[in-house]
């Protein structure tokens, strides 16, 4: 009998009498362990009402690691394989956030293990419209991860925090639908990632919709560079309000209401807009009776020749009809990702990148 059997027995307070087993597959074996995680954490107190990161990511992680799964080897297909199988729905709060935990911890374990064989975990996933709400939620341990066609609450959120961690390299969200429908989920409006120590090299998120009750609050994303392509949300406002950015790119992802602060120097703000009938009224930089400083920015809409822009200290700003000639390049890139997907964007992202450095 394996160990994992045993611990499985253990788990659910059964003594293994010896008798061979026969051997389940990798995705039976990760199903019955999140059921016997539930069993275990699913009416836990802490979970709903403790620290999400103390009182249910480290336990259930430590756990899964050290015992249940120790000594079972999963892959990235056997990762995606179970969150398909394993949309949370039809659950309570709690055990959906217990589901949402256990798919972290699995995301952190094989990140780890990979990592220690000189391994990347590039981790792709399209829901094709699941709903599971907590997905990934605060997976400590992440390199490269991409989450497609899903709905549901804290999808993604407060992932690769580990400063001793090695730098998460990509997280992307496209075509999500986020929300805070429950009023038990905090505020699931976007990518929240990484620490101040150690920041994620790139997030993007692409043709997504945000919804929240007052305005849509991108908050505590520490990463290098940030690109948020074709998104809207509900209502038409939108605060970015991130740390560690050096590059903050919205293309046509513009409200009538932006606000940006970046709790520090911004290398590139780029504000595009070619969204016929969706107007930028006013950017605002102010935080906390600081304005945000920016090196270089950025400003167009096609809609709106004269976007307001106030409580900004900005070293070389562009906007309006200059904008429009000097970085047409850039516009009429910008115009062709509308209802663009993902693989289209990226590429269209990774040109722009390639063409602005060069000038």
Same mark, same amino acid.
């Given at each position: 009998?394996?160990?994992?059997?045993?611990?499985?027995?253990?788990?659910?307070?059964?003594?293994?009498?010896?008798?061979?087993?026969?051997?389940?597959? &990798?995705?039976?074996?990760?199903?019955?362990?999140?059921?016997?995680?539930?069993?275990?954490?699913?009416?836990?107190?802490?979970?709903?009402?403790?620290?999400?990161?103390?009182?249910?990511?480290?336990?259930?992680c430590?756990?899964? =690691?050290s015992?249940?799964?120790?000594?079972?080897?999963?892959?990235?297909?056997?990762?995606?394989?179970?969150?398909?199988a394993?949309?949370?729905?039809?659950?309570?709060?709690?055990?959906?956030?217990?589901?949402?935990?256990?798919?972290?911890?699995?995301?952190?374990?094989? &990140?780890?293990?990979?990592s220690?064989?000189?391994?990347?975990?590039?981790?792709?996933?399209?829901?094709?419209?699941? &709903?599971?709400?907590?997905?990934?939620?605060?997976?400590?341990?992440?390199?490269?991860?991409?989450?497609?066609?899903?709905?549901?609450?804290?999808?993604g959120?407060?992932?690769?925090?580990?400063?001793?961690?090695?730098?998460?390299?990509?997280?992307?969200?496209?075509?999500?639908?986020?929300?805070?429908?429950?009023?038990f989920?905090?505020?699931?409006?976007?990518?929240?990632?990484?620490?101040?120590?150690?920041?994620?090299?790139?997030?993007?998120?692409?043709?997504?919709i945000?919804?929240? =009750?007052?305005?849509?609050?991108?908050?505590?994303?520490?990463?290098?560079?940030?690109?948020?392509v +074709?998104?809207?949300s509900?209502?038409?406002?939108?605060?970015?309000?991130?740390?560690?950015?050096?590059?903050?790119?919205?293309?046509?992802?513009?409200?009538?209401?932006?606000?940006?602060n970046?709790?520090?120097?911004?290398?590139?703000?780029?504000?595009?807009? &070619?969204?016929? +009938?969706?107007?930028?009224?006013?950017?605002?930089?102010?935080?906390l009776?600081?304005?945000?400083?920016?090196?270089?920015?950025?400003?167009?809409?096609?809609?709106?020749?004269?976007?307001?822009?106030?409580?900004?200290?900005?070293?070389?700003?562009?906007?309006?009809?200059?904008?429009? +000639?000097q970085?047409?390049?850039?516009?009429?890139?910008?115009?062709?990702?509308?209802?663009?997907?993902?693989? =289209?964007?990226?590429?269209?992202?990774?040109?722009?990148?390639?063409?602005?450095?060069?000038k």
């Open positions: 009998m394996n160990q994992t059997n045993l611990s499985l027995k253990k788990l659910k307070g059964i003594k293994p009498k010896g008798v061979k087993i026969k051997p389940s597959s &990798t995705l039976e074996t990760l199903s019955t362990v999140c059921d016997l995680l539930i069993d275990k954490y699913g009416e836990d107190h802490g979970i709903m009402w403790g620290n999400a990161v103390d009182d249910g990511f480290v336990p259930i430590n756990y899964v =690691e015992d249940l799964l120790k000594d079972v080897e999963f892959t990235e297909l056997d990762l995606e394989t179970f969150v398909l394993k949309p949370n729905q039809d659950y309570s709060v709690r055990v959906s956030k217990v589901i949402g935990f256990y798919t972290s911890a699995l995301l952190s374990i094989l &990140t780890k293990r990979n220690k064989k000189g391994k990347r975990t590039k981790l792709r996933i399209d829901g094709s419209g699941l &709903t599971s709400d907590c997905l990934f939620h605060y997976a400590g341990h992440v390199d490269e991860l991409i989450l497609e066609n899903f709905s549901g609450g804290n999808i959120r407060h992932i690769a925090p580990n400063k001793d961690q090695e730098q998460a390299k990509l997280i992307a969200f496209a075509n999500v639908q986020t929300s805070n429908s429950y009023s989920f905090d505020d699931a409006s976007g990518i929240v990632c990484g620490s101040f120590q150690n920041p994620v090299e790139m997030i993007c998120s692409i043709n997504s945000y919804k929240r =009750e007052h305005s849509i609050d991108f908050s505590s994303a520490h990463a290098l560079e940030a690109w948020y +074709n998104n809207w509900e209502p038409d406002k939108m605060r970015f309000h991130m740390y560690c950015v050096n590059d903050l790119w919205l293309l046509n992802s513009s409200t009538s209401v932006l606000k940006i970046a709790r520090g120097l911004l290398d590139n703000l780029v504000i595009i807009n &070619t969204v016929p +009938n969706k107007t930028i009224d006013y950017i605002d930089g102010e935080d009776d600081n304005s945000q400083k920016v090196k270089n920015m950025i400003v167009y809409d096609v809609n709106n020749p004269e976007v307001g822009i106030k409580n900004f200290e900005v070293e070389n700003l562009i906007s309006g009809k200059n904008a429009l +000639n970085f047409k390049y850039l516009i009429d890139i910008v115009k062709t990702m509308q209802n663009q997907n993902y693989d =289209e964007t990226m590429n269209n992202i990774n040109q722009i990148k390639s063409i602005y450095r060069k």
